[in-house]
Each structure stands twice: as C-alpha cells, then as structure tokens.
C-alpha cells in the first residue's frame, strides 16, 4: 500500500514554499563536512557534551526548502545530515544519546516524510541511492521503537499529546515506505491515544493542561498522517478529532494576530527550555505550518490568511 501522494503537493504549495520554506544554500564545504548539526557538531569534537540524535532533523527542513525551491544542494546537505544520525545508530536501532527514544522519533518521522517528499518530486530519481541507503537504517529504528523494549519509555510520555502523533507519524510512514504491517498496529495505537487525550474543547494537552505551541505541532503530525494514510485505513474519529483541534487553534489568535499564551503548561511564561538552553516561547513557523496545512486540505484560503497574519506577512 502506498503513502497518499497529496502529501507532497501540501507541503510544497505556493503558500509553504513562501511562508515556510525559505532559501537555503548549503554550506560551501558541505561534501568534506560529516554532517553533524548543532550541539552533535561539538560531541564529535568532544564526547563529554551531551548530544541529541533528534537535532539531525533539521535536515529534513533543507530537504524540504531544497525541493520546494529545486535546488539540488541543498536537499543532499539535508540528506547528509540524516544520514550522519543513522550512522550513529546501534545494530538493534537504538541510540546512545541522552533521551534516545523521543530523539530517535524525531529522526524517524522526518527522514520517512522527507523519503516520501523525495518520492513524489521531479528529483525522485537524482537522490534514488541516498534515498535507498536510508531506508533499511530507518525501519531498523522504528522497529525498536515498536518493540515491547521500549513500551515503558513511550508509555512515560503519555503527558506529551503531541509526541502520541509524533509515534504515530513516525511509525504510519515508515510503515507505508516498507509496506510493514507490524508498524502499523502500533501507529494506529498512538493515533487513537492521542485522540483520547484531546480536552473536550478540542486542545491536545500538555502536562495535564493546554499549550498553544504544541497544540500546533500536534496538529502538524496528525494532519501528516491524514495525508499519507489511506483512506480506508482511516477511523472517523480521526477528522472529527482534527476539526475539533484546529477550532481550538484558531481561538488562540489574537484579533492582531498574536498566538494567545495564557494558560499555557509549557510555552511562553518561562517554564521551559530547549536543549540549547533557551526559553521556549511559542513557534511561530510551527503554527502556521498547521494552519496552512489545514488551508490546503480543506480548500479554505482563510486559515492561509490567518497564517499570513500570524507571520506578519
């Protein structure tokens, strides 16, 4: 069974490719580079610093960038940059990072999407061996992170709404991609978990509250999955949990087109950081990737503008 092939056309529609998905140039050194990004650069240099595998993602945001603007550089720097994470990885799927499972889902879930983007582009066959050398390491992993071995880890997360969708994206892709029926029982599982956690106003909870920032990227994953599972595949409650999500979401703007942060568990009132040490405030690029996910799926221009106000563009 394969990946709906609406997913592609979304991801890089006029509006994403505008808002989203700007420019990127490659670095001029990247074929000598080992493809390292962020903080693992500096591990590689020195073993003692804590390193996440899940920061070799934003290698799937330059492959996206690089299809939605054709430039081939571009996309194989942000498969280098995958491929660096994969290398990390032990022969059972598993990383030696610090929180590997959520890490190792992050790297899961954009590697298969960036594959099935790759897929359905005009560079399908430029980046076919790149393509093919990641698949193996990419079932390996989400094979583990289906394994009764990790039941507790993924169980222990049951307070993060969002990473329910985060597994369920991860695993229903790369499912679709290897045409893997043991994959699919347990996306099917996190999808329908994290509809059982939605609030009955519609948010995705977070810490046993609401979140305006990880609402959204809640919604970013399950409408991924929406787009590239078949519709038979599909339970009803899904869109109508979707629907209800986004109705909440859009409650959350502000008449100036502010993302409303009161109430919220984990964003935007300084109770967190993120690994680089940063307050996390709200994601603005990730909220409006949502909104304009849910513009093209729907066929409704005004969650476009809505995004545009957002962005201040």
């Given at each position: 069974?394969?990946?709906?092939?609406?997913?592609?056309?979304?991801?890089?529609?006029?509006?994403?490719?505008?808002?989203?998905?700007?420019?990127?140039?490659?670095?001029?050194?990247?074929?000598?580079?080992?493809?390292?990004?962020?903080?693992?650069?500096?591990?590689?240099?020195?073993?003692?610093?804590?390193?996440?595998?899940?920061?070799?993602?934003?290698?799937?945001?330059?492959?996206?960038?690089?299809?939605?603007?054709?430039?081939?550089?571009?996309?194989?720097?942000?498969?280098?940059?995958?491929?660096?994470?994969?290398?990390?990885?032990?022969?059972?799927?598993?990383?030696?990072?610090?929180?590997?499972?959520?890490?190792?889902?992050?790297?899961?879930?954009?590697?298969?999407?960036?594959?099935?983007?790759?897929?359905?582009?005009?560079?399908?066959?430029?980046?076919?061996?790149?393509?093919?050398?990641?698949?193996?390491?990419?079932?390996?992993?989400?094979?583990?992170?289906?394994?009764?071995?990790?039941?507790?880890?993924?169980?222990?997360?049951?307070?993060?709404?969002?990473?329910?969708?985060?597994?369920?994206?991860?695993?229903?892709?790369?499912?679709?991609?290897?045409?893997?029926?043991?994959?699919?029982?347990?996306?099917?599982?996190?999808?329908?978990?994290?509809?059982?956690?939605?609030?009955?106003?519609?948010?995705?909870?977070?810490?046993?509250?609401?979140?305006?920032?990880?609402?959204?990227?809640?919604?970013?994953?399950?409408?991924?999955?929406?787009?590239?599972?078949?519709?038979?595949?599909?339970?009803?409650?899904?869109?109508?949990?979707?629907?209800?999500?986004?109705?909440?979401?859009?409650?959350?703007?502000?008449?100036?087109?502010?993302?409303?942060?009161?109430?919220?568990?984990?964003?935007?009132?300084?109770?967190?950081?993120?690994?680089?040490?940063?307050?996390?405030?709200?994601?603005?690029?990730?909220?409006?990737?949502?909104?304009?996910y849910y513009a093209y799926r729907s066929n409704d221009s005004?969650?476009?503008?809505?995004?545009?106000?957002?962005?201040?563009?």
């Open positions: 069974m394969k990946a709906e092939s609406l997913d592609a056309a979304c991801d890089l529609s006029p509006a994403m490719t505008e808002l989203i998905h700007t420019p990127r140039r490659a670095p001029a050194d990247w074929k000598e580079r080992s493809g390292a990004v962020f903080l693992n650069q500096q591990w590689e240099k020195d073993c003692n610093v804590r390193w996440y595998v899940e920061l070799q993602r934003d290698g799937g945001r330059w492959v996206q960038a690089g299809l939605a603007h054709r430039n081939e550089e571009t996309i194989a720097w942000g498969l280098k940059q995958l491929q660096w994470g994969f290398q990390q990885m032990a022969e059972d799927g598993s990383f030696a990072c610090d929180d590997a499972f959520h890490s190792a889902t992050f790297l899961v879930e954009t590697t298969a999407h960036s594959i099935l983007l790759i897929e359905a582009s005009p560079f399908a066959k430029t980046f076919q061996t790149q393509v093919a050398e990641l698949k193996n390491p990419l079932l390996r992993c989400a094979l583990w992170m289906a394994s009764s071995l990790n039941f507790s880890a993924a169980e222990k997360q049951r307070i993060y709404t969002h990473r329910r969708f985060l597994l369920g994206s991860a695993l229903m892709q790369t499912a679709l991609i290897h045409d893997n029926k043991l994959l699919r029982q347990p996306a099917e599982y996190f999808i329908q978990d994290g509809i059982r956690m939605q609030r009955k106003d519609g948010a995705f909870l977070e810490k046993g509250g609401h979140d305006s920032s990880y609402h959204a990227v809640a919604m970013i994953y399950f409408q991924r999955i929406l787009l590239v599972t078949p519709k038979e595949w599909q339970a009803d409650t899904w869109k109508a949990s979707l629907d209800q999500g986004l109705r909440w979401m859009v409650g959350r703007v502000k008449e100036n087109g502010e993302v409303e942060v009161k109430g919220n568990t984990r964003t935007g009132l300084g109770q967190e950081k993120g690994r680089t040490g940063r307050l996390k405030g709200v994601n603005l690029p990730e909220f409006a990737t949502a909104l304009l005004h969650y476009e503008a809505l995004a545009r106000k957002m962005l201040g563009k």
